[in-house]
């Protein structure tokens, strides 16, 4: 994590305070790493959560969803868990956007920890790790579905890409149902013990996801422009970049500050995104989106 990084114990307002107030056990506090999440989620949010035991198949269609939602602009929330979660929050990460991380311990122990990594470079991208847990507590699996429950309140929307008729992410879906939030599932192979769980689902009433604009869909927002439909390619620098001037940012002097890079690949990020006519200048160290 970056040095400036500190865990802070937050009494739940805003936003955060709004959603996980719906739950009939909500924590009063919340520990997070990063930034604060009341700033991610004044845009949409979804969960992707899945199956641990993920097939190629839902490795596929879980990092198609995740960049195209995060070229969208929508910010996924997940529990850095194996297979689906992680693989999520890896597809948020690599098309440079900002995910939440929803731990079943303490910050101080990411559990897995072969997902430290991960953890790290989801913070450093302007992204959030949080708990109820104090630092100190362990990840046990009797958490695991109190940190669902979290995943599902944080979100407008639950999707499931992947997961067997027992897995532990349905209870994800479960909350969703509890708090009146949509519940999206992937089709999957009716061969495949890793679709039944969402398949299922899908003959329970929950939307059939196909690709990123089914979700749009059910979020109220419009079709992805050309500009969207092109980024994906760009480097992490250059994606930073146009998020934050995506949220009104736009002078060099601030890009910077908040695009947490060196001098030379800001300077290198701004110089591609000019030369590839996704923004122009306008004098007096002033940018603008194309």
């Not at 996980?20 to 969960?47: M, R, W």
Request: aromatic share 4%.
């Amino acid at each position: 994590m970056n040095s400036n990084n500190s865990i802070i114990k937050h009494k739940l307002n805003g936003i955060v305070a709004d959603r996980v107030s719906q739950l009939h056990d909500a924590p009063q506090t919340l520990f997070y790493l990063g930034a604060d999440p009341n700033e991610l989620l004044q845009g949409p949010s979804v969960a992707i959560v899945g199956s641990r035991k993920m097939t190629p198949y839902g490795h596929a269609v879980t990092t198609k969803l995740a960049t195209d939602l995060t070229r969208a602009g929508v910010t996924v929330v997940s529990g850095l868990a194996l297979g689906v979660d992680a693989a999520a929050q890896r597809a948020v990460v690599a098309a440079g956007g900002k995910t939440i991380a929803v731990l079943a311990g303490g910050l101080d122990a990411i559990h897995p920890a072969s997902h430290a990594g991960l953890a790290r470079q989801i913070v450093d991208l302007g992204g959030v790790l949080a708990s109820e847990y104090t630092v100190g507590v362990p990840a046990h699996k009797s958490q695991f579905i109190a940190r669902n429950r979290l995943v599902a309140a944080l979100a407008d929307a639950v999707i499931i890409t992947e997961a067997a008729i027992k897995s532990g992410s349905l209870h994800t879906a479960d909350f969703a149902l509890d708090l009146g939030k949509p519940i999206c599932a992937v089709p999957g192979p009716i061969t495949s013990n890793t679709s039944q769980g969402t398949n299922q689902l899908l003959k329970n009433g929950a939307h059939v996801i196909a690709c990123a604009q089914d979700v749009l869909d059910i979020l109220g927002i419009g079709p992805l422009t050309s500009k969207q439909q092109t980024i994906f390619g760009l480097n992490p620098q250059q994606m930073k970049i146009l998020s934050l001037m995506q949220t009104g940012v736009n002078k060099s002097e601030e890009l910077y500050a908040k695009a947490g890079m060196n001098e030379s690949d800001f300077a290198q990020a701004l110089t591609m995104l000019e030369i590839h006519g996704h923004i122009r200048s306008l004098g007096s160290s002033n940018w603008q989106l194309l």
